[in-house]
């Protein structure tokens, strides 16, 4: 359902944008999220946006990131700015229901903040 792109190597103070392609029938209805995986470590939700394009962030990224979809497209997107090592995981975006993804998972983009 998700193709996940935009990820990669950048340092610390860098910013990235990632993309996510769906083909989700429902999409233009769906809440939709950013989640997030580090090593040895849950995945948990970074950013939500819900169907009239009202995004909801975690604290930790706040003021750094910004969702944001295209209906048209069935994509959304992940502006991250301001990058720390604490950043550093792979990637997946999901249909969002209670902070958790709604269908299987894509392959995800990895994310890594280093010197």
């Given at each position: ?75 959304i997107y992940l ?37």
């Amino acid at each position: 359902h998700f193709v996940e792109s935009g990820g990669g190597l950048v340092q610390p103070g860098g910013s990235l944008r990632l993309s996510c392609a769906t083909s989700l029938n429902g999409f233009s209805i769906y809440d939709m999220g950013w989640f997030r995986q580090a090593p040895g470590k849950q995945r948990e939700l970074v950013a939500g946006i819900n169907m009239n394009r009202k995004p909801n962030y975690v604290d930790f990224v706040k003021g750094r990131f910004t969702i944001s979809r295209d209906n048209a497209k069935r994509m959304i997107y992940l502006q991250m700015n301001g990058l720390t090592v604490e950043d550093t995981a792979v990637y997946y975006c999901n249909r969002l229901i209670s902070e958790k993804g709604g269908f299987p998972w894509g392959q995800g983009t990895q994310v890594t903040v280093s010197w």
